[in-house]
């Protein structure tokens, strides 16, 4: 299933062309609160020029309507409501279908309720191989659909549907670099959140964010570098709420740990090296897992990589003896050393002190997207390679047992501005919609503010202050094969530690797909991180950044 294929069905298979623009104009009406469907719109259009006509022949104009023995339809029932006015006002207009008011239409089950009640009209609990998602479905559907003028009428009189067009207006307002412009759009779609959009939840919400580092782009470009620095104490507490909050980081270290595990089984010296250490949440489970193995723990090092603490604290090394005291309470012998480095890109294969006798594991939890800064930062194209083939090169000279690789599935590394908007706005909105169905309210406040920041990096930076560069699987799956890496299957024991985890969750949005071997988490069907792991073709001694493995 392609990560950004609208429409797509469960399974693989694809609606027609046609079908698919329809269901996603139907949901729009749906969502605006209209009980209309798309092969009744012409319908419409045409009972709308007969009432306007009516009226303006009309002798006593609409007076009549105010009138309390006359009862009128829902008007969110647009067809019925329609033909009740001209009923009431000229009982028989040429060219009506009948002279009485026609029963509403009967439709299938609501097509987006909100089971949450957040406000935003997200989801229901059984939703069709034809419904949307999320609400970001129209965000491109509407740019690939011609809608009848009635229609777009009615769709923008929705004012969370209307932020949604100015929004992109806006952006490609800054995309041609008409400033004044934008300025005056980000002021009406300010005006919106605070007279028609709530803010709190749904579209409001999310928009909220866009806006925010929309502004931060036009009229502070050298702050929005702060947005991402992955530095300090702060940084480390919002990453710690936003695992609380939601699936997304247990899933990427369960998954890359029952793949370590995997690859290190018979063997007793193993080195695990973390390209983000942060707070060590994911080794503990690890180190618990090895400690019951089948004929006993092996001797365990981990390297952890992290940023230098601005206070002049030893963070990794107060990590590393949490850790240590761990081990030793379930009789593991281990040994950890930390490497600060503000990027991957400073870290030398020398500084990791890889032995002969170790059984070596890369893990990289959404790191790798960083070291594709230095080719848009020196080209502009983004598509060169950068600081990820370096690196590469000598993650393979280790001769690594496994690298387990988890990346966002989204595609936020396009050199054009507006496409990087509409995905990051089509991503982070189904992000944001599933985090909807967190308890802890704490935690998924501190958690929005974490992936905030994700969004201003990917808005309002570019060059070498852009780090969230994310690119989906099939590019991860090319990059790595050419620099000499092999898939390895994650098995049927990662896909059910992968399942058994969301059971902690109570929404019933989020899923687990196995996908050529490796494995996806999405919420309704829309895939949002991937894992995968590697393993080096052959170790390539004759790289001028080869490891010189310690004896």
């Known amino acids: 299933m392609g990560p950004y294929g609208f429409g797509a069905v469960p399974g693989g298979s694809t609606l027609p062309e046609a079908a698919k623009q329809q269901s996603d104009i139907d949901w729009q009406l749906a969502e605006a609160g209209y009980t209309v469907r798309i092969s009744q719109l012409g319908q419409v259009a045409q009972s709308l020029e007969r009432l306007e006509n009516v009226i303006g022949n009309s002798t006593s104009g609409v007076s009549q309507l105010a009138s309390d023995s006359v009862v009128h339809y829902n008007p969110s029932d647009l067809a019925s409501w329609v033909d009740s006015l001209l009923y009431e006002l000229n009982p028989f207009v040429p060219g009506s279908e009948s002279c009485s008011v026609p029963s509403p239409p009967t439709l299938p089950p609501p097509y987006y309720s909100d089971p949450y009640n957040t406000g935003g009209g997200f989801f229901s609990q059984n939703q069709t191989a034809m419904e949307s998602d999320t609400w970001t479905d129209q965000i491109v559907s509407q740019q690939q659909s011609q809608l009848p003028l009635s229609a777009v009428a009615v769709l923008e009189e929705d004012p969370g549907i209307k932020l949604v067009h100015v929004l992109l207006a806006c952006a490609e307002a800054v995309q041609r670099g008409e400033v004044a412009l934008a300025g005056s759009l980000i002021e009406e779609m300010k005006t919106l959140l605070l007279t028609h959009v709530n803010a709190d939840c749904g579209i409001g919400k999310v928009a909220g964010y866009f806006i925010d580092a929309l502004s931060r782009r036009l009229y502070q470009p050298q702050q929005g570098g702060e947005c991402v620095t992955g530095v300090g104490f702060e940084h480390q507490l919002l990453y710690h709420h936003f695992y609380e909050a939601c699936p997304y980081l ?289 170790p390539d001694t004759s790289s001028p950044n080869a490891v010189q493995i310690q004896t």
């Open 250 to 538: 247990k899933f990427a270290h369960f998954t890359a740990n029952q793949a370590i595990l995997e690859a290190f089984d018979g063997h007793d010296c193993v080195h695990v090296i973390d390209f983000s250490l942060m707070q060590g949440l994911q080794w503990p489970p690890l180190i618990q897992a090895l400690a019951l193995r089948h004929g006993g723990p092996p001797v365990l090092k981990l390297t952890g990589i992290g940023p230098p603490s601005p206070d002049g604290r030893d963070s990794l090394r107060e990590v590393g003896l949490k850790l240590a005291e761990l081990a030793r309470s379930v009789n593991v012998s281990f040994a950890f050393r930390g490497i600060a480095a503000l990027r991957l890109q400073d870290v030398k294969p020398w500084m990791l002190r890889v032995n002969s006798k170790d059984v070596v594991a890369v893990n990289s939890i959404m790191q790798f997207h960083r070291l594709l800064v230095d080719s848009d930062a020196s080209s502009g194209s983004g598509t060169g390679s950068g600081g990820i083939d370096s690196v590469l090169e000598w993650i393979r000279s280790l001769n690594p047992k496994v690298v387990t690789v988890v990346e966002q599935e989204a595609n936020h590394n396009q050199p054009k501005f507006l496409d990087r908007f509409t995905e990051a706005l089509y991503y982070y909105s189904t992000v944001f919609d599933s985090m909807e169905a967190c308890q802890l309210q704490m935690e998924k406040a501190l958690a929005g503010i974490y992936i905030q920041r994700e969004i201003c990096n990917i808005i309002c930076c570019d060059g070498f202050a852009r780090v969230e560069r994310h690119e989906p699987l099939a590019k991860w799956r090319a990059r790595l094969g050419r620099a000499g890496f092999k898939p390895l299957h994650l098995g049927s024991n990662a896909f059910k530690q992968a399942s058994m985890l969301l059971t902690m969750f109570s929404a019933e949005g989020y899923y687990v797909e196995e996908n050529e071997g490796c494995l996806s988490l999405g919420w309704h069907s829309r895939p949002l991180i991937a894992a995968s792991a590697w393993r080096a073709a052959e």
